[in-house]
């Protein structure tokens, strides 16, 4: 047997295996006792609601993957990918469009297999626990402008990469590299003004206690704020959050309506001095330069099986491609993104404490953030007591109640600094 198809089914089986162990874990590792810390804000029968929620995600991924995995392994032995070449190439076209049909048939094929779990997903789990608002035809547009856009724009990446590899030689991997990095600042540059409002309404933040409350704090941090957008999460999702997205002139604070409704001012502005924490502790761009390195490496390695025959052997192709080598390369490198994606987390998690640290010195409210975090745990039914080797390869964010006790700790540190000093602490 082919020495890379034994490879390739060895990643696909050993990461579904791997999942599904993790999964097994973590719900056993479900506790049925409240923990103490939310005594007072978790009602008992919300409690239980949380760990059932939990469950029921959990099992609707195990069999989603129990039935992905096998159908992608038996279109791979089965010779689907040579199948789908044999369209694409029919139409005798050259190189690149012939790619992008190639490609664009395969990612139809996915996006129509995962569309009846997205189905389930929103309209009976997610209807289930009271989270789901989104309507049928808002659903819809949602799928239509994300294949559009997944056109447009996967569409150019791909044309590109393409042609850097037909015309540059050796060194295609490396003009690939920073033609996908520009690509991706672009993008991070624009997306909050023009791809994120195809999808959801921003509204400049109205005047009042909350808005003075932030502002009076970024002034206090020298924080030059070029927007503080409200975006009507409620549209789609009872579950609320808020985030920091873009650069420069185009950057902007984002706050769900679900979370300004359910929440006091301190608890806001400590949510939003974490957002700031982010960004004053480097945080985005130093996984901006993480993203750009792993892109780097990923080309690289990719340059090293782009025409392998025994890869083009493997998944039963009757001849080499560009385009096809870099679909099958994505098999091969599976379990080095799993390996980089846990790399992350791990940094995700630790920027995570520096913010929640960052917001307990400078906005000296941990009380505040700590309320905050436990009522978007209650709100959304997260999941108090997971596994930690579910948290090591999968949370981008601590558990809760790590959180919440690194919060705790620095209570009285941040009291005695304000009784020695008088004064505010900055970062």
Known sequence: MNAYLVLILAIMIGGYALDLVVDTLNLRHLKTDLPEEFEGYYPPEKYRQSQLYTKENTRFGIVRDSILTPLTIAFLMLGGFNAVDRIASGFGLGMIPTGLIFAGILLAASQLISLPFSIYDTFVIEEKYGFNRTTWGTFIKDILKSWVLGVLIGGLVLAVVLWIFQKAGPWA???????????????????????????????????????????????????????????????????????????????????????????????????????????????????????????????????????????????????????????????????????????????????????????????????????????????????????????????????????????????????????????????
């Not at 750009?292 to 009757?318: C, K, R, W």
């Open 173 to 427: 991997w490396f003009y690939c590299w920073m033609a996908v990095t520009l690509f991706q600042v672009f993008l991070m540059f624009i997306a909050p003004v023009v791809i994120m409002p195809l999808f959801n309404k921003f509204e400049p933040l109205a005047d009042g206690e909350l808005k003075d409350g932030i502002e009076a704090y970024a002034q206090s941090m020298h924080f030059k704020m070029k927007g503080l957008f409200t975006m009507d999460g409620s549209r789609r999702s009872t579950k609320a959050n808020a985030f920091f997205t873009g650069f420069g002139r185009f950057r902007r604070i984002v706050l769900f309506d679900t979370l300004i409704s359910k929440h006091t001012v301190e608890e806001l502005v400590s949510i939003l001095a974490h957002e700031m924490g982010h960004y004053k502790k480097w945080h985005i761009y130093k996984t901006l330069g993480m993203a750009v390195a792993t892109t780097g490496l990923m080309f690289f390695i990719l340059s090293l099986f782009i025409n392998n025959a025994g890869l083009f052997e493997a998944f039963q192709m009757e001849r080499t491609s560009i385009y096809a080598g870099l679909v099958f390369f994505g098999f091969l490198y599976a379990p080095i993104e799993r390996a980089l994606s846990v790399f992350g987390n791990m940094l995700s998690r630790r920027f995570e404490f520096e913010a929640d640290g960052f917001t307990a010195k400078t906005y000296r409210k941990s009380e505040a953030l700590i309320s905050a975090l436990k009522k978007l745990s209650v709100d959304n039914l997260s999941n108090l007591t997971p596994h930690p080797l579910k948290v090591f390869l999968d949370y981008g964010h601590p558990p809760i109640l790590e959180r919440i006790k690194a919060l705790r700790a620095t209570l009285p540190n941040v009291a005695n600094v304000e009784n020695r000093t008088g004064a505010d602490v900055s970062a």
